[in-house]
């Protein structure tokens, strides 16, 4: 059963708009969330995090929202660019040491120009 | 190196084969992860390492699969008989400790079984 789940294999975007990637997961153990971004024939490359006890973290156009009641993450990307296009991961962690990341299936997106 | 490296990029082979796969962490990490990607799936844990020691093995998806790990570098996975549903990208990553938060991954390596 599949603790991190991204629903949508897919979205679009056109260029400057906002672009919203979400991400729901079961274990209410989790203490992290992290977004990997890859790109074809790479591997992932980490672009965001945040932890159990914020609800929200920045990092220039990329913003992480966490909803703990209702187990819900999404990343913001604002503008969305051409070279936003990408798989993104969301990805959780275990409150404890010694437990690797729980990946999501991916959710590609396409900002076109 | 600068980042975490493996090899082969890419390898095909006949079914019932064994294959290995390499992976050089980043220098200095202590923590080591093998995941792998299947066509049109997520990222799947197989198997970590805290130094040489992989205290949990049960992610690896059957006991054709093992791996190791000496020095506390350089880990090998290896997958026996190999069948045509092992084909995927194979990932390693590491982070400086096992209770490292990110992990950073290498480019990942292309296996076709046929």
């Known amino acids: 059963d599949q603790q991190v789940k991204q629903n949508s294999p897919s979205l679009s975007v056109q260029e400057g708009r906002i672009s919203i990637l979400n991400c729901d997961y079961t274990n209410s153990m989790f203490d992290y969330f992290l977004w990997y971004k890859k790109y074809p024939a790479e591997g992932p490359t980490f672009l965001i995090s945040?932890?159990?006890?914020?609800d929200k973290n920045e990092d220039g156009r990329f913003t992480v929202f966490l909803n703990k009641s209702a187990k819900h993450l999404s990343l913001h990307i604002v503008p969305s660019q051409p070279g936003d296009s990408a798989v993104y991961f969301c990805?959780?962690?275990?409150?404890?040491?010694?437990?690797?990341?729980?990946f999501g299936k991916g959710t590609t997106l396409s900002v076109s120009s | 190196g600068a980042g975490v490296s493996q090899s082969p990029s890419n390898k095909v082979t006949e079914k019932g084969k064994d294959v290995e796969l390499r992976c050089d962490p980043i220098?200095?990490?202590?923590?080591l992860y093998w995941y792998r990607q299947s066509l049109g799936q997520g990222l799947e844990f197989l198997i970590y390492f805290q130094g040489n020691s992989a205290p949990d093995k049960s992610g690896l998806p059957s006991d054709r699969f093992s791996a190791e790990r000496t020095g506390g570098s350089v880990s090998t996975l290896t997958i026996q008989r190999t069948q045509q549903e092992d084909s995927a990208v194979y990932l390693c990553?590491?982070?400086?400790?096992?209770?490292?938060?990110?992990?950073?991954f290498g480019e990942g390596s292309w296996l076709t079984v046929v």
């Open positions: 990553a590491s982070s400086p400790t096992l209770s490292g938060n990110t992990i950073y």
């Open positions: 990805a959780a962690r275990l409150g404890k040491a010694g437990t690797a990341l729980i």
């Open positions: 945040i932890s159990s006890i914020k």
């Open positions: 220098s200095g990490h202590t923590a």
